[in-house]
Structures are given as C-alpha cells and as structure tokens.
T-cell receptor, first 111, second 111 residues
Framework: DVKVTQSSRYLVKRTGEKVFLECVQD?????MFWYRQDPGLGLRLIYF???????EKGDIPEGYSVSREKKERFSLILESASTNQTSMYLC??????????FGSGTQLSVL | DAKTTQPTSMDCAEGRAANLPCNHS???????VYWYRQIHSQGPQYIIH???NNETNEMASLIITEDRKSSTLILPHATLRDTAVYYC????????????FGKGTTLSVSS
C-alpha cells in the first residue's frame, strides 16, 4: 500500500513564525501535492510538484512556498505565518495511473 | 477540466444501496470521471475512476451514461463507515496537472 506521511498531526505556531510542513511518500511517485481544507470552502490546491526541483502554483499559493529536493519529500513552507493560515493541510502523491493518495493531514493553528 | 454538479447531501439506510449522482454535461471525449471520498478527520481516499465503460472494484461501481454527461457511484451495501463526503471530479489524465475538488455530496448512512 502507498504510504504518505505528514510529520505532524497537530501544530500550534505564533504569528510571524516560519513554519515547515513535511510530507514523505514511499512509492517513488513523481507528482506530489499540497492542499488546504477549510469548513465551507472544501479542498483547495496550494502547490504541486511533478518532479524533483519542479513546482507549480495551485489556486492559492500566496503566503506559501514549497521545496522538493528529493523525490520522496515535498515540503510546504509558510514564510511568516498568519492567523488566516490556520487550516487543515493535506499532502498527496499520485500514482502513474492517476490515483491520488493522501496523508492524514496536519491541523495547523496560528495564534 | 469539466465542471461537475453533485447534490449537497443524501441519506441512506444501512444495508441498502447508495446511489450518488454526478452531472458533468461539458465533459470532453478524453476526460475521465474520478470519485474520492473523505471520512471525517481523514484525508480523501480514492474510490474508482472510468472513461466510458462502467467500472467495478471492491469498493464501488461506477456507471457512466452513454453520452457521458452524467455518472452514478454505487455503494451496493452501505454501512455506517461509508458516511463521508463523496467527490466527483472530471479531468484529463495529463502529466503536470492536479485534481481540483468541488464541494462534494455528504452521504449519511444510518441504522
């Protein structure tokens, strides 16, 4: 089975802090994704990566950056966390037959 | 990617078949229909996908109309654990692109 692991289930940070959300997949997938999910707004795509060192902006990239130095790891970075970035963050990787597998999510609270 | 329309919510009795509809009247010839579901507090889970033919796997069946403008996901014997938000997504299988999730249908299975 594909395993997508997110480093933290719950995270509390202060406004202005730099925050790193880590995601690791164990199936050598080329495509990886970061979404955030908020009540009433559904899942929204932040960034995705289709290869090492390659990235594409999703629908809501503002305030975020990403890093993909190794194939198995895709990091989401909040350069200066703000309260409106309090959300559930979900990482996913995609198989060659186009199936997405998600991690369990990180609930981030920015105070 | 083609837009989809799903009912906001549906109810189903445990043990009965759950039939979840999805309209995608603007679908193009090479776009696939995907279904995912999200159980509360978890990441979305892949269920099934298809292009033209009906598909079945261990989780569900997917019925696509001949004109491909709508589809139905069938859970043959719904259980309480099938209570979730179900997402219907239509997209090209194209490298370097991402799945965009809509609001989905909240299915409530009750005993």
């Amino acid at each position: 089975d594909v395993k997508v692991t997110q480093s933290s289930r719950y995270l509390v940070k202060r406004t202005g802090e730099k925050v790193f959300l880590e995601c690791v997949q164990d199936m050598d997938h080329e495509n990886m994704f970061w979404y955030r999910q908020d009540p009433g707004l559904g899942l929204r795509l932040i960034y995705f990566s289709y290869d090492v060192k390659m990235k594409e902006k999703g629908d809501i990239p503002e305030g975020y950056s990403v890093s993909r130095e190794k194939k198995e790891r895709f990091s989401l970075i909040l350069e200066s966390a703000s309260t409106n970035q309090t959300s559930m963050y979900l990482c996913a990787s995609r198989t060659t037959d186009e199936k997405l597998f998600f991690g369990s999510g990180t609930q981030l609270s920015v105070l | 990617d083609a837009k989809t329309t799903q009912p906001t919510s549906m109810d189903c009795a445990e043990g009965r078949a759950a039939n979840l509809p999805c309209n995608h009247s603007t679908i193009s010839g090479n776009e696939y229909v995907y279904w995912y579901r999200q159980i509360h507090s978890q990441g979305p889970q892949y269920i099934i996908h298809g292009l033209k033919n009906n598909e079945t796997n261990e989780m569900a069946s997917l019925i696509i109309t001949e004109d491909r403008k709508s589809s139905t996901l069938i859970l043959p014997h719904a259980t309480l654990r099938d209570t979730a938000v179900y997402y219907c997504i239509v997209r090209l299988n194209q490298a370097g692109t991402a799945l965009i999730f809509g609001k989905g249908t909240t299915l409530s299975v009750s005993s």
